[in-house]
């Protein structure tokens, strides 16, 4: 190999910009592997902008007996929570209890209940919800989060928009997460530990050749196609992962996907606390109801089969339907679906066990190498957004017998970009961003900080009025934090800032947002002229 295609080689070349490619992007360019990736569409523009948004250990799983998946992800809630204070924080959850609640039919708890009780005739008991609770507080080592407590409905805030029925609850707690934001600071990260990111960018083939993959790619912009060589490949292309192998690479493997839709609806605000609500739905199914965006009220999420990736996946009428008339049977006022203003959708793209119903297929991740072409591949299948930190560690171990002196895992406890000030600095952070800045509302100021953290600073850094950011395309929207995102965040169109960098999508209209589009087409090119990054020369 000459010296000239040993420099322009990399260790490692990632397929897929969400969470999962991005997180094992981070933590490779971490421990010196040289490390490209490649989005076909927007960083996070799949799966991982489609979540519940939460942190959280999955409650459910317990009646799966998925203790493992439940204890790492329980651990992950706070290791996360530390390393990106602004984007994540917690979030008390309360839990209804009435007796006509039901488990999924097929759950091995379920199931042995029945041989054991069989006169509850699938109704969860009262004794089983607070043991489940129970390992919630414990399997993790909390530390941080407050534990569970009995919560009398009767007279106070959390009883007063329910029905009448409901007198006890239970309230825990998790972590809410800004999804697509967390993945975009995850591709900052890499690029500032040398990786380079690609977005907009499709992997029209891969082949190996003499031991060394050679990667084709094609900027969706029509630009000419280039070839970037790589020691080893990653697999992470989520709903997409079992086409790159089929299609892209094409190996044969007996490895699949099982696709299921989750959807979510957002309706105007329904309560007036910042608590959200677990409810148990007569078919064993949960539902959440979260608290969003100030002035909104996040549903779902529903769990349906999705048979075709190509098929852009919808919150389907049905679905609508059934996510309101759920949550209306909880509320006293009950949710239409005319009161819906959003609905988004995303497919999760699960490891097919053989489990009977997309509720009941696992959430666990599976890591397979694959060396039958010639060089080593590594697919990742499944994995929640929770456990993606502990996902990228376990995929460089598997990477790791390719590249001899590997370093360790690193990524615990080190902050995300911004995410330098401790896990209860948001309001101290926010009220020194005011005294900095006047010229912005409260609002405004705590939205930067919950966005952006310590970078808003630098974000805003010589502005002394609020003319000094430039046209205001809405909902205080400025040229100046749009140029920011075009420079450090991979921004390219209007629909990458206003619904996965914010959701100002919410109280923009269709033409503050056209606007924005047109404006952003004619500033991407100069503003992202500047050369990229070096990429590190590897390890081989």
């Known amino acids: 190999m000459s010296q000239h295609e040993h420099q322009n080689m990399v260790d490692l070349f990632v397929i897929g910009g969400g969470i999962n490619g991005c997180g094992i992007a981070r933590d490779a360019a971490g421990r ?24 959280h250990g999955g409650l459910r799983y317990l009646e799966y007996w998925e203790v493992r998946l439940v204890r790492e992800a329980l651990i992950e809630r706070e290791t996360l929570l530390r390393a990106m204070p602004h984007i994540s924080w917690p979030m008390r959850f309360v839990l209804p209890y009435h007796p006509d609640m039901r488990f999924e039919g097929d759950t091995p708890t379920s199931k042995l209940l029945n041989v054991v009780m069989p006169w509850m005739k699938g109704r969860r008991p009262a004794w089983l919800i607070r043991l489940g609770l129970f390992m919630y507080d414990n399997l993790g080592g909390r530390k941080i989060l407050k534990g569970t407590t009995s919560l009398n409905l009767r007279g106070t805030p959390e009883g007063a928009p329910l029905q009448d029925r409901f007198e006890q609850a239970y309230e825990y707690s998790d972590c809410w997460i800004e999804d697509s934001r967390l993945v975009v600071l995850n591709a900052r990260d890499a690029e500032a530990r040398g990786a380079k990111i690609n977005v907009r960018t499709k992997v029209v083939s891969a082949e190996q050749k003499d031991g060394i993959w050679h990667i084709t790619l094609e900027a969706q912009d029509g630009g000419a196609q280039r070839v970037v060589r790589a020691r080893m490949l990653v697999n992470a292309g989520g709903p997409w992962v079992e086409d790159v192998i089929r299609n892209t690479v094409r190996i044969n493997s007996t490895e699949g996907v099982r696709l299921v839709r989750g959807s979510h609806i957002v309706v105007p605000k329904l309560y007036d606390h910042g608590k959200c609500y677990f409810f ?105 957004i929770t456990t993606y930190r502990r996902l990228a560690e376990t995929a460089l171990e598997k990477i790791a017998p390719f590249f001899p002196d590997t370093e360790g895992p690193w990524t615990a406890g080190v902050p995300l970009p911004g995410g330098d000030f401790p896990v209860n600095g948001v309001a101290d952070l926010t009220a020194k961003l005011a005294a900095q800045f006047p010229f912005l509302t409260p609002a405004w100021a705590t939205r930067l900080i919950k966005a952006y953290g310590t970078d808003a600073f630098e974000m805003l850094k010589g502005a002394t009025s609020q003319t000094d950011l430039g046209q205001n395309f809405g909902s205080n929207l400025t040229a100046q934090e749009v140029l920011w995102l075009i420079k450090n965040e991979y921004a390219r169109k209007a629909d990458d800032v206003v619904w996965r960098r914010s959701k100002l999508g919410l109280r923009m209209t269709a033409q503050e947002i056209e606007m924005l589009d047109v404006w952003m087409v004619e500033n991407t090119v100069q503003t992202t002229g500047e050369p990229q990054p070096a990429l590190r020369k590897g390890r081989g």
């Open 280 to 384: 148990q739905g007569e078919d064993g199914r949960i539902i959440f109801t979260i608290p969003y965006e100030t002035d909104f009220t996040l549903i779902g999420t529903t769990d349906a089969e999705h048979k075709d990736v190509g098929t852009k996946p919808v919150c389907t009428p049905e679905e609508q339907s059934y996510l309101a008339n759920f949550a209306s049977n909880y509320f006293k006022k009950p949710v239409s679906t005319d009161d819906i203003i959003w609905t988004y959708s995303g497919v999760r793209p699960l490891y097919d066990d053989g489990a009977t119903s997309a509720t009941a297929a696992t959430r666990d991740y599976v890591l397979k190498v694959n060396e039958t072409a010639g060089a080593p591949m590594l697919n990742v299948f499944g994995g929640k």
């Open 32 to 55: 010196g592997f040289s490390v490209e990736l490649a989005e076909m569409h927007d960083l996070a523009s799949a799966t991982s902008s489609a979540s519940t948004k939460l942190f």
